[in-house]
């Protein structure tokens, strides 16, 4: 039995355990020490499974303590109907947040980056300035789209360690991941045609498609298991979905990751109908655990998968280098390309190839994935400490982002017109929708060192998000 195979039948087994109610909420579940002994398991195995049931809101961590179940676990997945298309109208209200959550002015829990002091800025400056003085002439010619060989190389080694067999000439260069996101949504779903996303989705995914003249049909995300595979399901057997795009691993904004059974069993479904799958693959890098998450790519046997990925999160803020694996739909890709933007600026990616050869991505992913994860746990016990009784809040596995649910009453949008007064900005969960739902949740950013006047900001977030709920706060009407 595999080591994946090992940590997923121990995480399902004790979920088993746990919904049944043979483990109470609040029960100490046995220790690290304890299941290598009775299992004969390695730690490492034992650790990914507790990580797993961790993402799913099954158990908790304490410090010194252990782990225990969570007193408050999500609810189970019901039947549900298969989800209704809608034509999707997201743009004016995206532009509006995002261009108050720009503002330097506001503490940037609504931003969509993380810091940008968290980054090897003076070194990649001095690989910008390496690769200009060394660059031939002939490479904004030659390494025209698909992009600069070097660096395409250095992607391809990267999949390989991940055992994916991705060849070069199938890697292409883009203008950060939303151009490649774009360009593959363009590849494989015609004007007019329906797209299925998770529900709550990215909202670039949503402008895109509206863009673009499509139409949306939005899949429940899970609290256990991620994507509602059975709801995927439903959908394929009613409705003419043409495309899917999904984020497998910390999915903006809600953080969750999809368990690798559930992975496998989404390809192969996608599989079967001929649907292709495009891959949002942004925060991969930024995993806590000891190995990094496998993307639906690595189950990928037809192609289908398009698989995006980029170095704005984990490297490069502002540099918007990404790439695409597209598969069998790359020459479709490239010539979308060709057509539009023609190619990605070649001295980036030449600095960005350098900087790689030369080593040191790997310490500095270390460094990063580190930090993030005490500055998660810093903002998720401000939460608990300062926000109203009941909210809940994801504890991802990597990323920077927690999806925070408040009590119904409480008005998201009108929680970020408060806060952006007082100097605090946040994303809320309507923006996150086609259907314009989720107005009670909102998606925080903790990506960013924690200063005095950061934690002063959420305490008064909390404090904004409770009056809110009372109906007390100056110029707000009680809820009705």
Request: include cysteine; charge should be positive.
């Amino acid at each position: 039995m595999s080591s994946v195979t090992k940590y997923a039948a121990l995480a399902e087994e004790l979920a088993r355990l746990i919904t049944s109610g043979e483990l109470a909420p609040g029960a100490r579940l046995p220790s690290m020490r304890q299941q290598c002994e009775r299992r004969r398991l390695s730690q490492a195995t034992v650790l990914q499974a507790y990580a797993l049931l961790e993402s799913r809101g099954l158990i908790e961590s304490r410090p010194r303590s252990g782990y225990f179940v969570a007193r408050q676990r999500p609810s189970a997945a019901v039947s549900r109907p298969a989800p209704e298309s809608v034509q999707v109208d997201v743009s004016e209200l995206v532009f509006h947040i995002l261009g108050a959550t720009r503002e330097r002015r506001l503490l940037p829990f609504g931003s969509a980056f993380p810091s940008p002091l968290l980054f090897p800025m003076d070194r990649l400056a001095r690989s910008l300035a390496r690769s200009a003085r060394r660059l031939d002439p002939w490479a904004s010619v030659a390494d025209l789209p698909p992009g600069s060989t070097a660096l395409r190389q250095l992607i391809a080694r990267r999949y390989l360690t991940q055992g994916m067999a991705i060849p070069v000439d199938g890697i292409l260069i883009t203008h950060g991941a939303m151009e490649a996101l774009n360009l593959a949504l363009q590849a494989v779903a015609p004007p007019g045609s329906l797209v299925a996303v998770e529900s709550p989705c990215f909202y670039g995914a949503l402008q895109a498609i509206e863009r673009l003249g499509l139409r949306a049909v939005e899949i429940p995300i899970d609290p256990v298991d991620g994507l509602d595979l059975e709801s995927l399901r439903r959908t394929l057997d009613t409705q003419p979905v043409r495309a899917c795009w999904f984020m497998s691993s910390f999915q903006n904004p809600t953080g969750l990751s999809v368990p690798d059974p559930q992975r496998a069993a989404i390809v192969r479904l996608l599989a079967e109908r001929d649907v292709p799958l495009i891959e949002d693959d942004v925060y991969a890098e930024l995993y806590f655990g000891r190995t990094p998450p496998q993307p639906y790519k690595f189950f990928d046997q037809g192609g289908r998968v398009l698989h995006c990925g980029g170095y704005a999160k984990c490297l490069a803020p502002g540099y918007r280098v990404g790439w695409i694996a597209a598969g069998r739909y790359a020459t479709a890709v490239e010539r979308l390309k060709l057509g539009t933007t023609l190619a990605t600026s070649i001295p980036i990616q030449e600095a960005l190839a350098d900087y790689l050869e030369r080593g040191g991505y790997d310490l500095h992913l270390r460094r990063l994935r580190q930090t993030l994860k005490a500055q998660q746990e810093q903002m998720l016990d401000l939460i608990a400490q300062h926000f109203p009784a009941g909210s809940r809040a994801t504890r991802a596995q990597g990323g920077y982002f927690t999806w925070v649910e408040l009590p119904t009453q409480i008005d998201t949008l009108e929680l970020h017109r408060l806060a952006a007064a007082e100097g605090i900005g946040l994303s809320p969960g309507p923006m996150f929708s086609a259907k314009r739902a989720f107005k009670h949740c909102m998606r925080l950013n903790y990506g960013h060192p924690w200063t005095p006047e950061l934690i002063a900001g959420m305490q008064r977030l909390g404090a904004l998000a409770r009056q809110s709920e009372s109906g007390r706060s100056h110029g707000m009407a009680r809820p009705r």
